[in-house]
């Protein structure tokens, strides 16, 4: 689902990667740790599209991500990526069910077609009471389900999760990460998180540590 290969990057004369693969298979939850700093938001990035590599190849769900123009990667990125964030960048303005349905309306899914997955979804995610409800009015796991919805509103062939239980209290955090097992065991979805979060380091079939922009050796890639 996801090869990259060689990757570095820097930033100024600084070098934040340098050499990275990471293979990860359809189905699989890979964890991505290491210290502040190490890189790991930086690679996140790359791997979503929104940041090129300076060196190294990048290959989503069979399309090689080098070749595509700017243009190309924004609907790439829309159709196949999904992003959950630390803190959820919900919309204010719009309701729950709203806010799902953005990226589908940006890859021009019609208005019926998005409405009913972005019900389905947050069904699944037991937070179809809250549909008519603006953020706001929203706790703030129940805010963070709302925006895995929204990462899945495209049927995505990875979820990018930085943080995601960052911002939650324990319970909260717990919840979310057995949602992540349980898209995983339901839709057979594909992550890669950044965590530091042991529990939900855990639950991933793989962890990855990142050190001194490489990973560490002896790690299964
Ligand atoms: N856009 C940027 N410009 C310059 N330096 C950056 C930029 N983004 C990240 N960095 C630096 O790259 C390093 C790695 O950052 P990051 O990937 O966010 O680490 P992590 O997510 O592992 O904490 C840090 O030293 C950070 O300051
Ligand atoms: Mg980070």
Known sequence: MLEAKGIYKSY????????????????????????????????????????????????ID??????????????????????????????????????????????????????HRASELLELLGVSHRSAHKPGEMSGGEQQRVAVARALVNNPAIVLADEPSGNLDSENATALHQLFVELRAQLNQTFVVVTHNEELANIADRIVHIKDGQIEPGQAQ
């Open 62 to 115: 069979g399309t090689n991500i080098d070749k595509l123009s700017t243009k190309q990667l924004s609907a790439f990125r829309n159709a196949h990526i999904g992003f959950v964030f630390q803190f959820h960048h919900l919309l204010p303005e719009f309701t729950a069910l709203e806010n799902v349905c953005i990226p589908a309306f940006i890859k021009r899914v019609d208005r019926k077609a998005a409405e």
């Open 12 to 59: 100024g004369t600084l070098a934040i990667l340098k050499g990275i693969d990471l293979h990860v298979a359809k189905g699989e939850i890979v964890s991505l740790v290491g210290a502040s700093g190490a890189g790991k938001s930086t690679l996140l990035h790359i791997i979503g599209t929104l940041d090129r590599p300076d060196r190294g190849t990048l290959v």
